[in-house]
Structure formats: C-alpha cells, structure tokens
C-alpha cells in the first residue's frame, strides 16, 4: 500500500534511491510477513524513509525499522497517513533509541478495534489504491 505514496515522495526528493521491503501481517495471528526485499544489503549513512499508509498496531513499522537498522540505517522517518494512539505507543517503547526515529503522521484516529484494524479508519488502503474494493 506504500507504493501509492511514492510517487509524491519522489517528487519531493527527485534524486532518491528507491528500494523496496514488502511486508504484511497475517490477519489471523498478527505475526509479520516479508514477501519482498529489494534494499541494498549495506544503508550505512542513508537517511530512509518508510512509507505506509496505515499505523496500526506498530508491528509491521517495528519489523521494517529493525530491518533496516539491522544494514546499518541509523536515519529512519516513517510516513504515515493515518495511525493509531496504540501503534504509536509501541513504536515508543519499541524502537532502539540509537535510531534517529523519527514518525510524520497526517492523522491520528480513534483506536484499534478487536481485530486490530484502525477505527474509524479508511478501510485497506492497498484494497481501495488498486480497486479491489468499491
């Protein structure tokens, strides 16, 4: 859902690199899944930006950041359209705070409800930015 997010921030940074680190999480047991990586191995002295539209619980946003820390990325701006006070609570106690963290959200909503998702929220962005959804 982060690539509907590019192309703004690309033309605000024309000269960025653009990588890619596709995760998920399952629905059922809200455990992380990467299904993409195209990132150089070594981000030692990158600033790097993640992008996605929704913060939710914060577990998806952990992983990534982890991720990139773990390649040397000490830089890290999350960019979210919507989150949620509980995702954001996590990614206080959770992110090591040897990363320059840093979070730039446009909204934040209500609350998670049962099963994890933002309330009230825009649905899935992923659904709504490729029509899977009316």
Do not use: H, W
């Amino acid at each position: 859902a982060g690539l509907g997010m590019l192309d703004g921030m690309t033309k605000l940074l024309p000269t960025a690199e653009v990588g890619f680190l596709g995760m998920r999480r399952d629905e059922s047991t809200l455990d992380i899944i990467t299904y993409a990586n195209r990132l150089p191995e070594d981000l030692t002295g990158r600033q790097c930006f993640l992008l996605d539209p929704m913060l939710a619980t914060g577990g998806t946003l952990v992983a990534a950041t982890n991720y990139l820390a773990e390649r040397g990325a000490k830089d890290i701006t999350a960019i979210n359209i919507i989150a949620a006070p509980e995702g954001l609570a996590k990614l206080e106690a959770t992110i090591d705070p040897k990363i320059d963290f840093k979070v730039v959200v446009c909204a934040v909503d209500e609350k998670l409800n049962d099963q994890a998702y933002i309330v009230p929220g825009l649905g899935d962005a992923g659904d709504r930015l490729y029509g899977l959804i009316d």
